[in-house]
């Protein structure tokens, strides 16, 4: 991947996160109740690319900015291994105790996978899910609102929704994915089923359908890994 593309990528990524006051300001995270983050750094193999929150004073802004400016491109083999450099000197102008977040970050390959469900289980994309049955770790898709669309869901043999692939962020051009499976069914495949389908409904829907996850969640990073996913970028924030 050449810097111009890691760019690209890494800039998709970032604007189907937040909401930019300006071109290098968080305003907030798009469709979600979650933090703003005050600092989100992707590394990827070509470039470094750092956002800070529009709350975060001038003169810290700066000094941040200083920082991230200064932190070495690493290949992505280094990325789970080495900590961003800079990132003692970004939580010393914040605080020490900021909460951190760093996971790998994907794109789909251009030819998308096609993953059957298990036997006894079905695959469905939802225009509406009000009133469906589900599992309790999904109920939550019975008020899902219009920006979580494309609702892909697994359903068992007597029709509850049992995992669910939804868009947990997105733009107008790409879409991240946010991925539930109830623990009745983990390790069935359903989780790497529901996301080949919801990232087919994403492109059918005229966005880029995109990953991430945390460099701990190993369940996600399978689910990737049998998806053939491309690992792009590393986010490392602090909220």
């Known amino acids: 991947m050449t810097p111009a593309s890691a760019s690209s990528w890494a800039d998709l990524h970032l ?5 930019r006051a ?4 968080i305003l907030r995270v798009r469709s979600t109740d979650v933090p703003t983050p005050r600092v989100h750094l992707i590394r990827t193999a070509g470039a470094n690319l750092g956002l800070i929150a529009a709350s975060v004073p001038r003169e810290v802004a700066e000094a941040i900015e200083r920082l991230v400016a200064a932190e070495p491109v690493l290949e992505p083999g280094e990325w789970e291994r080495t900590p961003p450099r800079c990132s003692e000197g970004v939580r010393a102008l914040l605080a020490p105790s900021a909460a951190e977040y760093r996971g790998p970050a994907f794109a789909f390959p251009t030819v998308l996978p096609s993953m059957a469900p298990p036997s006894g289980f079905t695959i469905e994309v939802l225009e509406d899910a009000r009133g469906v049955v589900t599992a309790p770790l999904v109920a939550w898709i019975a008020e899902a609102k ?3 669309q494309p609702l892909v869901v697994a359903q068992d043999a ?3 929704v049992v995992a669910v692939c939804h868009a947990a962020r997105r733009s107008d051009a790409a879409a991240e994915a946010g991925l539930e499976v109830d623990p ?3 390790r069935a495949g359903l989780g790497v089923a529901v996301t080949a389908a919801w990232a087919a409904a994403v ?7 995109l990953y991430s996850t945390s460099w701990e969640n190993e369940a996600s990073r399978g689910v990737a890994r049998r998806l053939g996913l491309l690992l792009r970028g590393e986010d490392w924030h602090l909220d």
């Open 15 to 19: 604007r189907a996160l937040y909401e």
């Open 22 to 25: 300006a071109p290098d300001r």
């Open 146 to 148: 219009p920006g979580e």
């Open 158 to 160: 007597s029709g509850r």
């Open 184 to 186: 009745s069914v983990r």
């Open 203 to 209: 492109r059918a829907g005229g966005r880029e359908p």
